[in-house]
């Protein structure tokens, strides 16, 4: 009998192979109409691996909706349109999945929009929506390489939600001026992405990622997304490494630049304007707020301003009186990290009502300028031989070593010495009128 199960469990497995190995096969694409074609004349739920042959070029976006598409760039390149007849949105992830391995690079010949943008659902249920896999050795070029955008039917209807969207992101996104000579943003979520409970866009950017925009902004979180930055990972940006209105950040490590000029911040309602800080946090009532920053590792450094601005967007009111926006910094913990602001500036430039509610969130850190004002109350810093501000070691916080070998042999002849003594010791007591 177990022969026979044993046989069957083989045949079994056998079988499954070779579904699995043919469900696998990869269709070479050698040119945009090949690719176009193959997404196209997929059903509801196939499974797609493409695999490029050639450098390509496409002549419309390519909609991905409700199926599975694995592309093995295999060092080639797709470029949508060309320079005399453009084509914006690459990749438009309206539903399921969509990866990028291999090598190469994804981008419109003439950067305006978006390599691949992504829409969610309205169902804050739905996980696991629109997911979007980069590789490491792929690149996304375009103002916004990657832009997560409200839902909408395609037919006229839109609702500020983008849930189930999931973006992991191993590569590399380079963000250049538009057309319009307006810079980008490596990641943009739309401002209109209101939704903040449920299963809200999840961007997971991984050690070997890489984000740069050499004019705008690293990471644009106009709208509700929450980030998890692993350590390795690279975001830079000449205005600002990181724009949050919304969203939460969750910051383990990676290397976090900005090289822009020091500018006042000041609102925007169709943007963000760059100060030259590394972290800018906005609160803006236009927005979904709910900014959450918790900062466990990195290295953030500007060239000309301060580490951390965190200010209000001033409005109007009915009666031209100045209106400053809510606090939507929900919460900031900071426990590690190395803040480096340019020469003569603070690492915090921060609004009074942050004063007022945001203090003792520092526990652990390298900071070039006094943070003690947000220190938790049972920490103390100290200047190290650098000139920046670090924790205080209180007392001797030296590392146990292991024993070593002839700590080893050390105890155990004490040992046996002590208990040869303890030994003689009981013998003359219960003999000691004998030895007398």
């Known amino acids: ?33 090949e690719l176009v074609n193959a997404i196209d004349g997929a ?28 592309i093995d760039l295999n060092g080639h390149n797709i470029t949508s349109g060309t320079l005399a007849s453009n084509v914006t949105q690459s990749f438009k992830l309206r539903k399921g999945t969509l990866s990028f391995t291999g ?6 010949a003439l950067a305006d929009y978006a390599a691949v943008i992504i829409y969610g659902t309205t169902d804050s249920t739905q996980a696991n929506y629109s997911i979007l896999n980069v590789g490491k050795d792929v690149e996304l070029e375009s103002w916004a390489p990657i832009w997560i955008n409200r839902y909408s039917n395609f037919s006229g209807t839109t609702s500020n939600e983008a849930y189930g969207v999931v973006v992991n992101l191993e590569g590399t996104l380079t963000s250049l001026n538009d057309t319009a000579g307006d810079a980008g943003s490596g990641i943009y979520v739309h401002g209109n992405v209101k939704g903040t409970t449920g299963n809200t866009p999840i961007v997971n950017i ?3 990622a890489k984000i740069t925009s050499a004019t705008g902004v690293g990471i644009y979180a106009a709208g509700y997304a929450n980030f998890n930055i692993k350590d390795g990972a690279e975001i830079s940006g000449y205005e600002m490494a990181l724009g949050i209105k919304s969203g939460k950040f969750n910051i ?29 946090v906005e609160a803006n009532n236009g927005y979904a707020g709910g900014v959450e920053l918790v900062i466990s590792g990195g290295t953030f450094t500007s060239e000309n301003a301060s580490v951390i601005n965190e200010y209000r967007a001033e409005s109007t009111d009915g009666s031209g009186n100045v209106v400053f926006a809510d606090d939507h910094l929900d919460s900031i913990v900071i426990s590690g990290g190395t803040f480096v602001a340019a020469p003569g500036e603070n690492v915090f430039i921060v609004s009074d009502d942050f004063e007022e509610n945001h203090t003792g969130f520092i526990t652990g850190g390298s900071f070039s300028s006094d943070p003690t004002s947000y220190l938790s109350e049972d920490i103390e810093f ?20 292991p024993p070593t070998g002839e700590d080893i042999i050390s105890t155990r002849i004490l040992g046996l010495l002590t208990s040869f003594i303890f030994v003689l010791y009981i013998f003359i007591h219960k003999n000691r009128k004998l030895i007398a």
């Open 43 to 70: 059903s509801d739920g196939d499974v797609l691996n493409l695999k490029l042959t050639a450098d390509i070029v496409t002549t419309s976006s390519i909609v991905v909706n409700g199926i599975t598409v694995n």
């Open 382 to 401: 100290e200047l190290d031989d650098d000139g920046n501000f670090v924790k205080k070691v209180i007392g001797n916080n030296d590392p146990i070593l």
């Open 252 to 280: 383990e490590g990676g290397t976090f630049y900005a090289n822009g000029p020091k500018n006042t911040a000041t609102g925007n309602s169709s943007g963000i304007n760059g100060t030259g800080s590394v972290i800018q």
């Open 206 to 208: 991984e050690s070997t």
């Open 103 to 108: 090598s190469g690079k994804v981008s419109e």
């Open 1 to 33: 009998m177990r022969k026979i199960l044993l046989l069957s469990f083989l045949v079994f497995g056998f079988c499954f192979q070779i579904i699995n190995t043919n469900a696998a096969a990869a269709i070479d694409i050698a040119s945009g109409t």
